[in-house]
């Protein structure tokens, strides 16, 4: 679990540098402009994290359910082998999908206005500057995104529905305590990752507005990756100890 945490980890903090730090300095700056190369790695960055984030939080499901479901296969179900194959799966999925659509994207004829209503290279955003019907590749876009998103979500259902199955069918309290604690860590992470990506990829265009996308980007780019640590830290028992003590700490001070 925590080998597959910290490839989460490392996923979510490339995921916010590659949207944040040129959207600080476009802001302080005020020069709110990206080369072609510069958007196409934003892009790629962006949708390889997605993309492999998706199927990681599928193969941390099928973890948490082998374990919980199946405790005396676990070591040979989830070997160091197994979790290695899931990873390079996860980052080698995610960057096929990602090259396919970045290459697509910069490929497509512009002949519109060469401003981006969003505050990254967000290949939906694009679209709409194209200068050709691409109702296709919009179709592509819905496809791929049923098979990184829609797909591992159906998978993590299913994981879920049997563990929580398995648990109500515990008669050890501590171990249904402990079984709940490990899951709603895994599914608040869950939530937070896919209900902003599904609202905004699973829509169509006709139904989308610029500025809610760019809202719910916010989520997906900064918040969710910010609040993923935290999340999976309060499951620590020294970590809301130090927390106790020094917030704590603060109010005493305070008062």
Known sequence: MYFLLSQLSLMDLMDVSTTVPKMAFNFLSGQKSISIIGCGVQSFFFLTMAGSEGLLLASMAYD??????????YPVRMSKMMCLKMIIGSWTLGSINSLAHTAYALHIPYCHSRSINHFFCDVPAMLPLACMDTWVYEYMVFVSTSLFL?????GITASYGRILFAVF???????KKK?????????TVVTFYYAPFVYTYLRPRSLRSPTEDKILAVFYTILTPMLNPIIYSLRNKEVLGAMTRVFGTFSSTKT
């Open 179 to 187: 079984a709940f604690t490990t899951c709603s860590t895994h599914l």
């Open 169 to 175: 069918h515990m008669r050890s309290k501590e171990g």
């Open 150 to 154: 829609l797909f591992p979500f159906l």
């Open 64 to 73: 948490r359910f082998v374990a919980i479901c199946h405790p005396l296969h």
